[in-house]
């Protein structure tokens, strides 16, 4: 099993940043993508950004140059830096990680900005 705990979610108003953290922790070897997922209300969750332990990165045409993910192998613990944030960032954002075949989620933060 794979415990992913959030952490830095809170109130920003608009253009402003939040940097979000996910620690894993368990069984932890071979997970291999990790990332981040938003879900507003009424709406269903959607993919923000992932990162594999490589390194290569995806992102969601709305976030591309504005977010940033990143990755601590060492400390398996994976990052998403949010600039430029817009009310429709408004979400609870979920971590992600992927192990063999199983994925596992956090609890979610949530994120509001702020008009």
């Known amino acids: 099993q794979v415990q992913l705990v959030e952490s830095g979610g809170g109130l920003v108003q608009a253009g402003g940043s939040l940097r979000l953290s996910c620690a894993a922790s368990g069984t932890i070897f071979s997970i291999n993508t990790m990332g981040w997922y938003r879900q507003a209300p009424g709406k269903q969750r959607e993919l923000v950004a992932t990162i594999t332990s490589g390194g290569s990165t995806i992102y969601t045409d709305s976030v591309k140059g504005r977010f940033t993910i990143s990755r601590d192998n060492a400390q398996n613990t994976v990052y998403l830096l949010m600039n430029s944030l817009k009310p429709e960032d408004t979400a609870v954002y979920y971590c992600?990680?992927?192990?063999?075949?199983?994925?596992?989620w956090g609890q979610g933060t949530q994120v509001t900005v702020s008009s």
């Open positions: 992600n990680a992927k192990r063999l075949a199983a994925m596992y």
